[in-house]
T-cell receptor, first 113, second 114 residues
């Protein structure tokens, strides 16, 4: 079955701490991978995406993610978080024909000033 | 801002009533998706369209749910005989087409069934 697993349900960090959110997927065939973010009171926004090529992808606001095919993982990283990064983060996977997104259950990130 | 729009933003209804939601995608996008999100969970796929054709419908979607996109532009999602378990945020997204394109999400319609 197709699925996405996010390791952490709630992460609490202080400002300037480094962040890594885990994401593993189970999906047959070629995949596209995404991280979306939902800030409080706002709708889902794309942080970054992987379609092909360099497995290390950079997104907005200093976020990056690395696709490790052998581990079926797509972990999100940021070297130094800010209070404004407080949000819920969702990892998602789709096939490469633009089909449905399969989402993980989300990780709530709280950054303390 | 010409992003994805949804109407209404909030809907409160009594159990057993029918409700209809509307989604207007980004104008040049020919794919439109519906998802449902409950508290503490990621969005769950419901159905999607390419132009006016409904290409996939989730097996989790009961017969009380129906979606249309009659002219390949806006879409409606109808829930008949609502149940309390239908209470959720209903999200619409659109993308450029059949390929590796990201999906752009609307603000959602929050449904509360009392």
């Amino acid at each position: 079955a197709q699925s996405v697993s996010q390791h952490n349900h709630h992460v609490i960090l202080s400002e300037a701490a480094s962040l890594e959110l885990g994401c593993n997927y189970s999906y047959g065939g070629t995949v596209n991978l995404f991280w979306y973010v939902q800030y409080p009171g706002q709708h889902l926004q794309l942080l970054l995406k992987y379609f092909s090529g360099d497995p290390l992808v950079k997104g907005i606001k200093g976020f990056e993610a690395e696709f490790i095919k052998s581990k079926f993982s797509f972990n999100l990283r940021k070297p130094s978080v800010q209070w404004s990064d407080t949000a819920e983060y969702f990892c998602a996977v789709s096939n490469n024909q633009g089909g449905k997104l399969i989402f993980g259950q989300g990780t709530e990130l709280s950054v303390k000033p | 801002d010409t992003g994805v729009s949804q109407d209404p933003r909030h809907k409160i209804t009594k159990r057993g009533q029918n409700v209809t939601f509307r989604c207007d995608p980004i104008s040049e996008h020919n794919r439109l998706y519906w998802y449902r999100q409950t508290l503490g969970q990621g969005p769950e796929f419901l159905t999607y369209f390419q132009n006016e054709a409904q290409l996939e419908k989730s097996r989790l979607l009961s017969d009380r749910f129906s979606a249309e996109r009659p002219k390949g532009s806006f879409s409606t999602l109808e829930i008949q005989r609502t149940e309390q378990g239908d209470s959720a945020m209903y999200l619409c997204a659109s993308s450029l087409g059949s390929g590796p394109y990201e999906q752009y999400f609307g603000p959602g319609t929050r449904l509360t069934v009392t």
